[in-house]
């Protein structure tokens, strides 16, 4: 059994206002992604300016927010908010769905596609291998934070959280941290160093992303206010196991030539 670091989850102070680390690693995540994407960005093949790409993580900030938010809200705790729905507005309180948000980034990437001519599986595919240093680091935030922790084990590297009661659980902030956020870079970055057919960056995060949580939820504690939801499943599988044939269909969609689309003449500047 380890013990838990006690880390203080407030990082420092501007005069009195208190910086958690939680926010402070979203920020620092998505300065690194915003950094990393204007540099792919001048990648031949993609040929993104730094406008563009700023542009664009405006449109994936508002959808993963108000997708994250609205998902919470229906899947997770639709009968407490049905009472309180002011409390919908008060994201700074918790409470976020990745799938939620993941379906608010995929719409972002329609609208931005729309207005740069773009197809939304493109734009799925520039943005993707970013994704999960924001999942990483989101992880570890967790673990800070002294919630979203395991299931009991008595594992050698299992860990007393002080939320989590007298028992030992496992740290399944550090398997999503590995997982999500290492595992799923490092796929996504190697598989996309070499040109790859329309949709399919994108589709193998799906895949993966959908994979990964799905194994991880069988030691992570469920959600006190949903318990297991389907047998001995919680939440946050039932809303994965879509994602595992939706991500291989993509896949294959895409090696077959399925969101290839024809030049647009009108974009012909020879």
Not at 49 to 61: I, K, P
Not at 156 to 162: E, G, K, L, M, Q
Request: aromatic content about 14%; some cysteine.
């Amino acid at each position: 059994m380890l013990a838990y670091p006690h880390i203080n989850p407030v990082g420092f102070h501007i005069g009195p206002i208190p910086i958690h680390w939680y926010g402070l690693l979203e920020i620092i995540s998505f300065v690194i992604g915003t950094l990393w994407l204007i540099r792919r960005g001048r990648r031949r093949e993609w040929q993104w300016t730094r406008e563009q790409v700023l542009d664009l993580e405006y449109y994936l900030s508002v959808g993963a927010i108000a997708g994250g938010r609205l998902g919470y809200v229906l899947w997770y705790d639709l009968p407490y908010y049905l009472g309180h729905p002011l409390q919908i507005l008060e994201v700074w309180d918790g409470g976020m769905s990745f799938h939620g948000g993941l379906i608010g980034v995929i719409l972002g990437c329609w609208v931005y596609g729309r207005k740069y001519r773009r197809s939304t599986m493109t734009v799925l595919d520039f943005v993707a291998p970013a994704a999960p240093i924001g999942l990483g680091l989101g992880r570890l935030a967790n673990f800070i934070n002294d919630q979203l922790f395991g299931r009991v084990s008595h594992l050698p590297w299992a860990i007393v959280f002080p939320a989590g009661g007298p028992q030992p659980r496992q740290p399944s902030q550090i398997y999503e941290f590995l997982l999500e956020g290492v595992l799923l870079l490092t796929i996504l970055v190697i598989y996309g160093r070499k040109p790859r057919p329309v949709g399919a960056v994108g589709s193998l995060f799906v895949l993966f992303y959908g994979i990964f949580r799905f194994l991880v939820e069988y030691t992570r504690q469920p959600d006190i206010q949903l318990g297991f939801v389907l047998g001995r499943l919680d939440m946050g599988q039932i809303l994965s196991i879509p994602m595992i044939p939706i991500g291989a269909v993509l896949l294959y969609w895409s090696y077959r030539g399925g969101f290839e689309t024809p030049p647009d003449p009108s974009r012909d500047t020879a």
